[in-house]
């Protein structure tokens, strides 16, 4: 049979302990201190990312309401010019409608002088074209 002392079984469960007592001082405790401040340092990490998230998601969103608000103000200042615009063209239209009655008097006045001075001059002419014609045809002067 196995004859085991007293004494080595309380030697080597004191060994034991103070082994266990060393390494939980040298190496437990500064792993275990790592590992926490390890898993610190993450929660801080993600802490702010998740801040920057936040943040570029609100600078995300404030320039979309910036855009939406410029875009607005566009078609509001289109909408307004394309209004002036027409009714620059419809006063212009107007303007010119109003003038065209004087402008086809006037036309028509002077296309009537025309017209009697061309009446004239053929008058003229066409005597003594038939003058000149019946001269030729008869072959005297008439």
């Known amino acids: 049979m196995i004859d085991v002392e007293f004494l080595t079984v309380v030697v080597q469960a004191a060994s034991f302990v103070l082994l266990v007592l060393v390494l939980n001082f040298v190496m437990f405790k500064p792993i275990l201190k790592f590992v926490a401040q390890r898993e610190q340092h993450l929660l801080d990490a993600q802490s702010e ?55 086809l008097e006037q ?13 004239g001059v053929l008058q003229n002419h066409s005597a003594k074209l038939a003058e000149e014609i ?9």
């Open 49 to 103: 990312v998740d801040e920057l998230r936040r943040q570029a998601e609100q600078k995300v969103a404030d320039y979309e309401k910036a855009l939406a608000r410029a875009k607005s103000l566009a078609v509001e200042e289109r909408n307004r010019l394309v209004e002036v615009g027409s009714e620059e063209a419809k006063r212009l239209l107007d303007k010119e409608r109003s003038e065209i009655p004087a402008l």
């Open 107 to 119: 036309f028509q006045r002077r296309l009537t002088s025309e017209l009697d001075l061309a009446r």
């Open 134 to 142: 019946a001269t030729k045809v008869l072959g005297r002067s008439v």
